[in-house]
């Protein structure tokens, strides 16, 4: 299979503990997203990257959030000091830049609940 | 930031055609316009994308007028599978056009019965 793949699909975790997701986008794909969303909301966007650089954040992202993604390939996503507002889906995307291929492909999310 | 208006929910037929306008009056010159269906438990999936004017695939067409302030997504002939929520997005794509062509905004549930 060569889409987005992400780990784990769920999560579960108390309050106050760090948790770390991660993504493999496709391989030639040099963009890639997070986004997060929560029940009959849509992804609210949080990332992304070109390459290895880090080129938005949105300024709702709490500083308890931080991405990375070391040589450009997969990314990950990690929170600190969890709270229960942050039990989410955590999406990822990732795409080209190149023109006429601009489309997203989202993997299939990591389910985060925070107890 | 060009800001997206659309049906919070929709209902249709079996082998109807499913029109999904969307509002966007402040989009910009380099702003395109893009769809995306979701299911349950799944990630979006792009279905179309367009500047102005129409643009056609195998699962949908966009209409576009000339004033680019609004745009239909429109689903030919559709099955129980077509059940999903469709998002608007517009923003530059091109250049990544910073957040604003990563807004999905609550997008439009679709339902359709047998």
């Known amino acids: 299979d060569t889409g987005v793949s992400q780990n784990p699909r769920h999560k579960i975790t108390k309050r106050g503990q760090n948790v770390t997701f991660r993504c493999d986008p496709i391989s030639e794909h040099n963009r890639l997203y997070w986004y997060r969303q929560t029940l009959g909301q849509g992804p609210e966007f949080l990332t992304y990257f070109q390459n290895e650089a880090q080129l938005e954040k949105s300024r709702l992202l709490s500083d308890r959030f931080s991405a990375e993604r070391p040589k450009g390939s997969f990314s990950t996503l990690e929170i600190q000091r969890t709270e229960q507002g942050d039990s989410a889906m955590y999406l990822c995307?990732?795409?080209?830049?190149?023109?006429?291929?601009?489309?997203?492909?989202f993997g299939p999310g990591t389910r985060l609940t925070v107890t | 930031l060009a800001k997206t208006t659309q049906p919070i929910s929709m209902d249709s037929y079996e082998g109807q055609e499913v029109n999904i306008t969307c509002s966007h009056n402040?989009?910009?010159?380099?702003?395109?316009i893009t769809w995306y269906q979701q299911f349950p438990s799944q990630g979006p999936r792009f279905i179309i994308q367009?500047?102005?004017t129409k643009v056609t695939n195998e699962v949908a067409s966009l209409f576009i007028p000339a004033d680019r302030k609004s745009s239909t997504l429109s689903l030919p002939r559709v099955s129980l599978s077509d059940t999903a929520v469709y998002y608007c997005?517009?923003?530059?794509?091109?250049?990544?056009?910073?957040?604003?062509?990563?807004?999905f905004g609550k997008g439009t549930h679709l339902i359709i019965q047998p």
């Open positions: 367009g500047y102005k």
């Open positions: 997005l517009v923003g530059d794509t091109y250049s990544g056009g910073g957040a604003d062509g990563l807004t």
């Open positions: 402040n989009i910009a010159t380099n702003d395109y």
């Open positions: 995307a990732s795409s080209l830049s190149d023109a006429g291929l601009r489309e997203q492909y």
